[in-house]
């Protein structure tokens, strides 16, 4: 099976890095956003029908939430328009497509956990822009999985764990908001998920997928540095104190349900997994 990442260089495109050599049987083509852009669709024909893909894993977006306040037309090409290309070309080809898409598709005026049944009314262009993918990918592409997924962080990239650690190492003190609640989800849990499920029966439709349990971004933080051991004052804060351009959804928590149910998984608590992956990230730098 040959599969193609796409916006490889990213949190979890990385994390697809990483474990590929544990998954022998597929061929994996890496497309960071320099080698695949994936708002050029004759380039993203030819990159299909060249390496004959049977798989897109499509982890580029458009992630800077508050920056798509000020520049929607460039959040919806790469969210809404770049996806749409993509849904169509990989169903001309009759190849499959696998997309994420955000909680922020919610406004988060629930306090019970989001089925992929309940409605949705996305407040920020990100998650606007987000919910519009979601409807083409599953609209234009036969083989279309979509994933909404929460508070994604990793070893990779930039996420909201290595602000902690920054922040803790450089000021010694920050304020996080407790009056939003949700779930993280580690990148590589992600991954090794999405290509376990390769593997097996692939049904396509959309699923929700977060690491088990719930926290607000003050918890998620002093968990951070609990698990880093870090000195330090992490205090917690209302949202209206952090002002920020995009708003966010107050409760985002995902019912994973259908998810664990359709594919019979145990999905890992927030707390292992973010305990983990610190442990990854202080092992590099002891190096
Ligand atoms: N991060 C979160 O908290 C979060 C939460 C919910 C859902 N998600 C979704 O999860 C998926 C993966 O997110 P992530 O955290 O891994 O994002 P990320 O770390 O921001 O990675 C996104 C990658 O996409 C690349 N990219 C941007 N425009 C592109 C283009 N036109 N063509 C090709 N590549 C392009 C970026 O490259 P450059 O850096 O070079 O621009 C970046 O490497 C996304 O669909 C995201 O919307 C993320």
Redesign the pocket.
């Known amino acids: 099976m040959n599969i193609l990442i ?2 490889a ?5 990385s994390e697809f890095r990483e474990l590929s050599p544990l998954y022998s049987s597929y061929n994996f083509f890496f497309a ?2 320099d080698s ?4 050029e669709v004759e380039a993203v024909r030819e990159y299909i029908s060249a390496h004959n893909i049977d798989f897109i894993i ?6 800077a939430v508050d920056a798509a306040e000020e520049n929607p037309v460039d959040c919806d090409k ?2 809404h328009t ?1 996806v749409s290309n993509l849904a169509k070309v990989a169903d001309e080809y009759d190849a499959g497509l696998i997309h ?5 598709v919610f406004d988060g005026s629930k306090n019970t956990p989001y089925t992929e049944e309940d409605p949705t009314s996305a407040r920020a262009i990100y998650g606007i822009t ?1 919910l519009a993918s979601e409807r083409v990918a599953l609209a234009k592409c036969n083989k279309a999985m979509v994933i909404r ?4 962080y ?1 070893f990779y ?1 930039h ?1 909201f764990v290595k602000t902690v650690l920054k922040q803790l190492q450089l000021r010694g003190s920050m304020g996080v908001v407790y009056d939003q609640i949700g779930t993280p989800t580690y ?1 590589k849990d992600l991954a090794k998920f999405v290509l376990n499920v390769l593997s097996t029966d692939f049904i396509p439709g959309l699923y929700h997928y977060s690491n088990e349990g719930v926290c607000s971004w003050f918890d998620f933080a002093k968990m951070v540095q609990r698990f880093a051991g870090l000195k330090g004052e992490i205090y917690p804060i209302h949202s209206d104190q952090y002002p920020a351009k995009a708003p966010r959804p107050a409760y985002s928590v995902l019912d994973k349900t259908k998810v664990k149910d359709t594919y019979n998984i145990k999905i890992p608590y927030w707390v292992d997994s973010l305990e983990e992956c610190i442990q990854r990230i202080q092992n590099d730098t002891n190096k």
């Open positions: 796409t916006g260089n990213g949190q979890l495109g960071g956003c695949l852009n994936i708002c499509n982890c580029a977006a458009y992630t790469v969210n770049a994420f898409s955000t909680d922020y987000k997924t929460s508070w994604v990793s990239g996420n990148a």
